[in-house]
């Protein structure tokens, strides 16, 4: 499903997602963070905990075969995506704990993701199907190289890290559409032939996602602008570094093709209920003056 240069082509644009992330991360919202910790704690929690356990949950209710059950699960373990910034934006959210998010969850899925992945899904480790935890690892700490650089470059040129913060937007959205128009060329039967219990779970997984984010963030006192933002960033994970990892890490074209179906699915469907959510966020906000 995909070859030698479309994985080269697929590194290179997670390399410019990455540099947008670094871009946005500013002295200010690491202090906001380091002064009311909370939300960014809680946060965090939903991130890595709730969400690998309820991809966890769904791929035991589904009964999936090992290589959907090991994709759903590395997603539900992904740190959030830098799009979870612009849907918080919309939805009248936290913007500044909404980077802040993103960013650190970013850099603690080093820990976390591989730690998730080897918790969950062990028992999918079977059927010739291996779980590469030190590629899994490798590939998370390369990330932060060009999250690195992307905030030297928003220390030194406002206008230059706005202008990468644009490209890396409009990479993860490019990224998004090739993937998804290849995959309905080149696997247009098996998209058509896809079980329903997969494009259900994938809907699923955000909107769960959504909801447990928000109302967890209100369980432990959080305003309504915050627990927006953690319900969307709880919701709405870095596909684009899903399906990257699994690309770099699983070399075995029939891994490739199974395993890429999962988040092939949710990336399409999180646009739209992200979308959905996110209008519901901004009128509710209307109303609550909050």
């Known amino acids: 499903?995909?070859?030698?240069?479309?994985?080269i082509g697929l590194a290179l644009m997670v390399v410019v997602i990455m540099l947008g992330m670094g871009a946005?991360?500013?002295?200010?919202?690491?202090?906001?963070v380091i002064i009311t910790p909370k939300p960014f704690l809680v946060?965090?929690?939903?991130?890595?905990?709730?969400?690998?356990?309820?991809?966890?949950?769904?791929?035991?209710?589904?009964?999936?075969?090992a290589a959907i059950a090991l994709s759903l699960i590395m997603v539900g373990a992904t740190p959030g995506g830098t799009t979870s910034n612009l849907y918080?934006?919309?939805?009248?959210?936290?913007?500044?704990?909404?980077?802040?998010?993103?960013?650190?969850?970013?850099?603690?899925?080093?820990?976390?993701?591989?730690?998730?992945?080897?918790?969950y899904a062990s028992q999918y480790n079977r059927d010739n199907l291996h779980m590469p935890l030190a590629n899994i690892v490798v590939t998370l700490v390369l990330v932060l190289v060009p999250v690195s650089l992307g905030a030297v470059v928003l220390w030194r040129s406002k206008r230059w890290a706005n202008g990468l913060e644009r490209a890396s937007s409009l990479a993860g959205l490019l990224l998004i559409v090739v993937l998804i128009v290849k995959f309905l060329l080149e696997n247009a039967e098996l998209f058509l032939l896809a079980s329903q219990k997969v494009i259900v779970a994938a809907v699923l997984l955000g909107l769960a996602g959504f909801?447990?984010?928000y109302l967890f963030a209100r369980l432990f006192g959080l305003s309504p602008k915050s627990s927006r933002t953690v319900s969307l960033e709880t919701g709405i994970q870095n596909t684009p570094l899903t399906i990257a990892i699994i690309s770099l890490s699983f070399?075995?074209?029939?891994?490739?093709?199974?395993?890429?179906?999962?988040?092939?699915?949710?990336?399409?469907?999180?646009?739209?209920?992200?979308?959905?959510?996110?209008?519901?966020?901004?009128?509710?906000?209307?109303?609550?003056?909050?």
Request: hydrophobic content about 55%.
């Open 24 to 32: 946005t991360i500013e002295i200010s919202h690491i202090r906001k």
């Open 1 to 7: 499903m995909i070859g030698l240069v479309e994985q």
């Open 251 to 290: 070399t075995s074209a029939v891994e490739l093709e199974e395993m890429l179906l999962f988040p092939t699915f949710y990336a399409f469907f999180i646009v739209i209920t992200s979308g959905v959510v996110a209008l519901g966020y901004r009128l509710l906000s209307l109303d609550l003056r909050t």
């Open 43 to 65: 946060g965090l929690v939903c991130q890595f905990g709730l969400m690998p356990l309820l991809a966890f949950g769904l791929a035991g209710f589904f009964d999936f075969s």
């Open 211 to 213: 909801l447990l984010g």
């Open 88 to 119: 918080t934006y919309y939805a009248k959210g936290d913007v500044a704990l909404s980077v802040s998010m993103t960013v650190a969850s970013t850099i603690a899925a080093i820990i976390m993701m591989p730690l998730s992945i080897a918790l």
